[in-house]
């Protein structure tokens, strides 16, 4: 059974800092790109970061760059989001997903998503 399965969420203090997790089932991480995504209550689903299969890209947004750094652990099958420097914007649902494109902007070349983990970022 393919699954995503997201982790690491919580309520923190701006400022503070986080470490989401994405654990794989069913299917090789690696051999996908792997992307970050969130959203805010009305607000549309907007991509944070995103990792090629290849390990030789990553690409951030420009409200996350300097803050936040996605990795992977091929050993575990699982990838990572940490966030540094929390901001009460960066409050939102946060969602991994995988491609068998090289991150791709729309949500729909996506082949896999999680169910999604809350940050919520306040004092």
Known sequence: QVQLVESGGGLVQPGGSLRLSCAASGFTLDDYAIGWFRQAPGKEREGVSCFSSS???????????????????????????????????????????????????????YDYWGQGTQVTVSS
Do not use: H, W
């Open 55 to 109: 390990g030789g890209s990553t690409y951030y947004a420009d409200s996350v760059k300097g803050r936040f750094t996605i990795s992977r652990d091929n050993a575990k099958n699982t990838a990572y989001l940490q966030m540094n420097s929390l901001k009460p914007e960066d409050t939102a649902v946060y969602y991994c997903a995988a491609s068998k494109r090289l991150c791709p902007s729309r949500i729909y070349e």
